[in-house]
């Protein structure tokens, strides 16, 4: 059995259903990591996942909370020796909150009984979670690693108190989700290339073809289907223009938008400005259960108009295409970072360029004026879907990625993998020398 924990910025959350997956998966092939949460997710409305995952994570209190639980610990002597000259040091720098979090998950994993103390962290996205363990490393020589997504690698970092290229090049693991941002990664960061690993996020397509298989589709016929937050990267203006010309050249359809966020009054108003009121429906959000009603059910053709944001940030790996290949639908996307992964051209679906509404409605409508295209895309996406996103496949290749950390001569030659806590006096204590590793 591998040593692993997680460090999440938040789980299990209903915005990020891979990371449950992920867990879950690797519980399957007889892995039990320990987990740990930064945010406290128990108050999310909506939940699919199950509570007993829920009873085994470590939530970390609150921030006053956790401060003086930490500096309780520090008093006691009861933290590795580097926690209290870098409290003492770090000031009035931002970002000190990683520290304290990284003090307390150290302190809860040293606690664990020898044989299963984890040796090795993982965490979701080049944020906060990933920055708390870049500071397990300092303190308590733990290797860690990371999966890269998306608009944390595609945007400007929310914070620099550790060097972005830090978070790469310490990490004896980096792990993305499309072969898009592996490639990206390994030019961009050239001395991390070698540890660069592409693991596609998985899921279970069981729930989905079992659905679709005894599905009533008399009402799927003109039906268009999009989830996701009503943000700008999402596309959702592309989408309700393309609707707009749907409608004008004759084409029967109906389009639900699924999700809320910071846009839903201005696409609201758009699709009033179009007199679109009746054609396109925006339901707010929705369990999975519904969702998954929908797909099967009354949609015919699935559609998420990825775009670039102004910041740069933009999809990756959409989990909503997978699903919809899932339930047998053909997808209508755009050209974008691991879009065509997934979304194969002609073969599982149509793409046009990025904020093309007209290009769009043209592939809206070649889709819903032919059923039968519609029904060998989709089955040709449950075939890629299968072969390239079900949780046995991703599940394996990511503990194959774990399980390559081990062995003791890579221990000898890569430094990110070292387990022991550089040694620390106090009096002579350096935070740049400490951070950089000297």
């Known amino acids: 059995m591998l040593r692993l924990a997680y460090v999440f910025e938040r789980f299990p959350s209903f915005t990020q259903t891979f990371c449950v997956r992920e867990i879950e998966q690797l519980e399957r092939m007889g892995e039990r990591p320990l987990i740990f949460s930064i945010r406290d997710t128990r108050d999310e409305s909506i939940r699919h996942f199950p509570p007993e995952l829920v009873e085994r ?25 580097a926690v209290g000259p870098t409290l003492r040091h ?3 720098r931002s970002d000190k909150a990683r520290v304290y979090e990284a003090a ?13 103390r984890p040796l090795h962290v993982h965490s979701h996205f080049a944020g906060v979670g990933a920055r708390t363990c870049w500071w397990l490393r300092k303190f308590a020589g733990l290797s860690y690693s990371f999966t890269a997504h998306a608009n944390d690698i595609f945007c400007q970092p929310e914070d620099e108190t550790i060097p972005f290229p830090s978070l790469f090049e310490e990490a004896a693991l980096i792990v993305t989700v499309s072969d898009y941002t592996a490639q990206q990664l390994r030019e961009r960061f050239p001395s991390c290339a070698s540890r660069v690993r592409r693991v596609y996020n998985g899921m279970d397509l069981g729930p989905f073809m079992a659905a679709r298989a005894v599905a009533d589709r008399t009402r799927s016929k003109g039906g268009i289907l999009s989830v996701g937050r009503l943000i700008e990267k999402k596309g959702y203006a592309d989408l309700i223009t393309a609707c707009g010309l749907l409608r004008d050249q004759g ?39 519904d969702i998954r009603r929908l797909l099967v ?21 959409p989990t909503v295409l997978m699903e919809a290949m899932a339930a047998s639908l053909p997808c209508v996307s755009t050209r974008l970072a691991g879009v065509p992964e ?5 073969t599982t ?11 769009f409605a043209g592939h809206l409508a070649t889709l819903l004026k032919n059923e039968m295209l519609c029904e060998t895309m989709g089955r040709a996406g449950l075939e890629h879907a299968t072969k390239h996103f079900s949780r046995d496949v991703t599940g394996r290749a990511l503990l194959d990625c774990f399980a390559g950390l081990g062995g003791w001569w890579r221990g000898l030659f890569r430094r990110q993998l070292r387990h022991r806590a550089p040694k620390v006096h106090g009096k002579s204590f350096d935070l740049a020398r400490f951070m950089a590793g000297r």
């Open 57 to 81: 994570v470590h939530f970390l209190p609150p921030r006053d909370e956790l401060v003086k639980q930490v500096r309780d610990w520090k008093d006691e002597r009861d933290l590795p020796r």
């Open 90 to 92: 770090w000031g009035e």
């Open 104 to 116: 307390y998950i150290a302190k809860i994993i040293a606690d664990q009984p020898a044989a299963t």
């Open 251 to 289: 084409v029967d359809f109906h389009c639900r938008i699924v999700g809320e966020g910071p846009l839903e009054q201005a696409l609201e108003a758009q699709v009033s400005d179009l007199k679109l009121e009746g054609r396109v429906e925006l339901t707010g959000p929705l369990g999975l259960a």
């Open 297 to 317: 059910e009354e949609t015919q053709v699935f559609a998420l108009a990825c775009a670039t944001e102004s910041d740069g940030g933009k999809d990756n790996l």
């Open 342 to 346: 997934m979304v194969l051209d002609g």
């Open 349 to 359: 679906g149509l793409l046009c360029e990025e904020r093309r509404p007209e290009a």
